[in-house]
């Protein structure tokens, strides 16, 4: 049983990077299919990067 959800939670981990490159690769401007293989730690890098170069939302 364990080892099932192990596997389910890795897929899901895996699913929303896959998705998070998705939406970072067109918003920084880069090719998809030049960057088709990035490593996990690229990905979390790259939106990391592009989130702190967007200027705060002010609430009012």
């Given amino acids: 049983m ?14 929303s990077l896959n998705r998070l490159k998705n939406l970072i690769l067109p ?3 880069r090719d998809k299919t ?11 890098e790259m939106t990391v990067r592009f989130l702190s170069d967007v200027p ?4 009012k």
């Fill in 2 to 15: 364990k080892p099932l959800m192990e596997k389910r939670r890795r897929a899901r981990i895996n699913d």
């Fill in 27 to 29: 918003l920084t401007g």
């Fill in 34 to 44: 030049f960057y088709s293989k990035l490593e996990k730690a690229d990905i979390l």
């Fill in 56 to 59: 705060p939302v002010s609430t």
